[in-house]
């Protein structure tokens, strides 16, 4: 009897071979596939990549419904097309599918004329992160009475894993907010189009996105990086509207926080 390949390295091959003819019309219907033959097969098969294609092309455009509304179904529908022929879901989770879907945009050459378009979907992916991040009960500042005065320069705070800290050249946090709701896109014209920071949190059933002031958002941004008060409060001195008392109440108003550290 002859030697035959071990049945995993022959199922990896076809797995392989399957997805290959799925992504690429140009490729032979995969000799494994099916039990008819010829055209029938060919055409069953056809129906299945392209509901494929389909399916994960609409998961795109779901995923990132303002960048979609930016450039219009058309040219929204064409860019997801493209990055999902070249990006297959690596887990079965299809939740998990578009992280790289900005750094796609980055390279996309049709959409090198919008720059904000990578970070809009940075934006988005930050929002489904935050959705389906994990339940936590953010701390109330009273939490701080429970330490010593002296102390207080020296904690250290864990946020919450909804929280995500973003800052980019243009107002990506105001147009995103002005295509939430019916008809709010009318106020796009008023935006002043400048650099924003800005905050992705849920601190219980719904997202919160909101613009940050810079020497907030640095304060923020300090203390997420795990360092102490004190410094974090030196590094928002460094703008000249920092208010120490403001910042350290709007950490405790917005619910990042789910632990104080004292070590």
């Known amino acids: 009897m002859k030697n035959r390949p071990p049945a995993t390295k022959n199922w990896c091959d076809q797995q392989t071979q399957f997805a290959q003819a799925l992504l690429d019309p140009a490729k032979d219907l995969p000799s494994f596939v099916g039990k008819t ?77 919008l720059p904000m378009l990578a970070d809009m979907a940075k934006l988005e992916w930050a929002w489904l992160g935050a959705y389906h991040a994990i339940d936590e009960t953010p701390l109330s500042i009273e939490a701080l009475g429970d330490y010593p005065q002296e102390e207080l320069t020296s904690l250290r705070f864990q946020f919450c894993a909804s929280v995500q800290l973003l800052r980019f050249d243009h107002p990506i946090f105001s147009i995103w907010s002005a295509h939430q709701g019916e008809g709010t896109t009318d106020l796009l014209g008023d935006i002043v ?22 020497a907030t958002h640095a ?45």
């Open 37 to 113: 033959v010829g055209k029938l097969a060919q055409k069953r098969f056809n129906v299945y990549r392209n509901n494929i294609m389909v399916s994960l092309t609409e998961a795109i455009i779901d995923t990132y419904p303002v960048v979609s509304a930016l450039v219009g179904e058309e040219f929204a529908t064409a860019m997801a097309r493209v990055y999902v022929g070249d990006n297959l879901p690596t887990s079965p989770v299809l939740l998990d599918y578009g992280e790289g879907y900005a750094a796609f945009i980055e390279t996309f050459e049709p959409a090198a004329n």
């Open 193 to 214: 189009q400048q650099a924003e920071c800005g905050l992705v949190n849920r601190p219980k059933w719904d997202v919160d996105v909101r613009v940050l002031e810079p």
């Open 219 to 263: 304060f923020f941004k300090s203390l997420y990086g795990g360092y102490p008060l004190g410094i974090a409060i030196d590094k928002g001195n460094s703008f000249s509207s920092f208010d120490p008392a403001s910042a350290i109440g709007a950490l405790f108003d917005t619910k990042v926080i789910s632990t104080i550290i004292t070590k």
